[in-house]
């Protein structure tokens, strides 16, 4: 998995805790992004970050936050998770500047909100 | 309307027979486009992209973008069981970095 690594693999929280995905890169590819995975929904976007402390929002970032400190990092919170939070999380990377690089995912994190 | 459109399947062939994926797409200035699979479990895998009007052959596999019909399909030739898998259409709509927007995937089952 093209040097990424997410942690927790699996993790089951309470509605309304807060929650934090990690996701580590050792490629030092300046793209990262969160994606959630829900049936009937595919793969969609959350936040992505094209650089240290730039980060920006995708297509379902209510009740998300992510940070990056370092090259190598990507934070996803949840704020107070929530049972619709509950989903299967995919960080990826790429590097460069053209519209068809490619993007590696990591192994995914399954969250379950109960 | 989705942005991306697939055919959930799942579609059913018999090994060596040629699996033909097929997607549609809304937004007509989208870039490039790209197919991934994903095995039950598992994180997606790119298998190739396209971006230019017309055919991109790679080994088994086959990628054909129509940008007048909105509509990009994966051929898979000599299909085999272990491409057995969901395949992901996705589209890139930005002319910089990879902000993809994911149809929900055509499952596919190859019979041995």
């Known amino acids: 998995d093209a040097g990424i690594t997410q942690s927790p693999r699996h993790k089951v929280t309470e509605t309304g805790t807060p929650v934090t995905l990690r996701c580590h890169q050792t490629?030092?590819?300046?793209?990262m992004y969160w994606y959630r995975q829900d049936p009937g929904h595919g793969l969609r976007l959350i936040h992505y970050s094209y650089g240290v402390k730039d980060t920006d929002k995708g297509e379902v970032s209510d009740g998300y936050s992510v940070s990056r400190s370092k090259t190598e990092d990507f934070l996803l919170t949840l704020e107070s998770a929530t049972s619709s939070q509950t989903s299967v999380y995919f960080c990826?990377?790429?590097?460069?500047?053209?519209?068809?690089?490619?993007?590696?995912f990591g192994q995914g994190t399954r969250l379950t909100v109960v | 309307q989705k942005e991306v459109e697939q055919n959930s399947g799942p579609l059913s062939v018999p090994e060596g027979a040629i699996a033909s994926l097929n997607c549609t797409y809304s937004?007509?200035?989208?870039?490039?486009f790209f197919w991934y699979r994903q095995y039950s479990g598992k994180s997606p895998e790119l298998i190739m992209f396209i971006y230019s009007n017309g055919d991109k052959e790679d080994g088994r596999f086959t990628a054909q973008l129509n940008k007048a019909s909105q509509y990009v399909s994966l051929l898979i030739r000599d299909s085999q069981p272990s491409d057995s898998a969901t395949y992901l259409c996705a589209v890139n709509k930005d002319t910089g970095f990879q902000k993809l927007v994911f149809g929900t995937g055509t499952r596919l089952l190859v019979s041995p």
């Open positions: 490629e030092n590819h300046r793209y």
């Open positions: 990826a990377i790429s590097d460069g500047d053209t519209s068809y690089t490619e993007a590696f």
């Open positions: 937004d007509r200035g989208s870039q490039s």
